[in-house]
């Protein structure tokens, strides 16, 4: 039986992770597109599950109320949070994120149109593990993927967007 690779060029001796849910918070239906086409570019495949709000996403995250369904939701191993959200603010979900024993390990993506610096600090104080500025990219998510060992290193996967 042939092993799936999750890259678009694999590399020798190198096997691919498990497979993960990943999360994306974002409420305009623009970036969904251009996230799923960032990542479909990217060459990593992995199911991907969408929410609109804050409390949706909290709602996901506790499975409770529409999400219960863990077969059908699954927990995610990566989420991807935009911060202008409806309800509740990405920088609020985070902050519940880590204050949830169930979820505070999550590694969460700051996904974003904003550059500001004051952001970027409030999410590395927050836990984010990495802060990527709308639209995002093929080198962004590639970027994001190797620190979490998703990928091995090349010098496509550049640490720029990681947070210290």
Do not use: C
Request: aromatic share 10%.
């Amino acid at each position: 039986m042939q092993q799936k690779s999750y890259l678009a060029h694999p590399v020798p001796n190198w096997s691919p992770p498990p497979t993960g849910t990943l999360l994306l918070v974002e409420d305009n239906p623009d970036d969904v597109f251009l996230m799923r086409r960032a990542l479909k570019k990217s060459g990593l495949e992995m199911p991907v599950q969408i929410v609109t709000d804050g409390k949706q996403a909290l709602d996901y995250l506790s499975g409770s109320e529409h999400y219960a369904d863990r077969h059908q939701f699954p927990k995610p191993a990566w989420v991807f949070l935009d911060l202008k959200l409806p309800y509740f603010n990405g920088f609020e979900v985070l902050e519940w994120i880590r204050a949830d024993a169930a979820n505070q390990h999550l590694d969460v993506v700051i996904l974003t149109s904003s550059p500001e610096e004051r952001d970027k600090e409030t999410a590395t104080r927050l836990g984010a593990k990495a802060y990527l500025v709308k639209p995002p990219t093929t080198q962004s998510l590639l970027g994001v993927f190797h620190q979490f060992h998703l990928i091995p290193p090349t010098p496509a996967t550049a640490s720029q967007y990681v947070l210290p």
